[in-house]
């Protein structure tokens, strides 16, 4: 249980108080949120991770971490070398 379910816990005890409810309501709106933003953000990290190790891979460059204008560069450049591969271009 998170520091936000606790809180949200205590503010349900009194049913009576229409302010208390309105903050659980809230808080627990705000924890999807965060929730969400954390997931999104775990799928990203997790996507970046295999660029970086398959750009380590294919340079030899295993202690080097790519900033995101070099990763982006790269995959651009390997885009374009497969595009012209299937179209039995040279380069």
């Known amino acids: 249980m998170t520091d936000i379910d606790r ?6 005890v009194s049913e009576s108080d229409p302010v208390q409810q309105e903050a ?9 949120r965060i929730a969400e933003q954390d997931y999104v953000l775990e ?3 997790r996507a970046e ?4 190790k398959s ?25 374009r070398a497969a595009r012209a591969a299937l179209n039995g271009e040279k380069g």
Not at 7 to 12: A, D, G, S
Not at 49 to 52: L, N, T, V
Not at 63 to 72: I, N
């Open 55 to 79: 750009w380590q891979a294919k340079t030899g460059e295993y202690l080097t971490w790519p900033d995101q204008a070099k990763l982006v560069e790269w995959l651009m450049d390997e885009l």
């Open 49 to 52: 991770d295999r660029a970086i």
């Open 24 to 32: 659980a309501d809230a808080l627990e709106a705000q924890a999807e």
């Open 43 to 45: 799928m990203k990290w």
């Open 7 to 12: 809180i949200v816990r205590m503010l349900r």
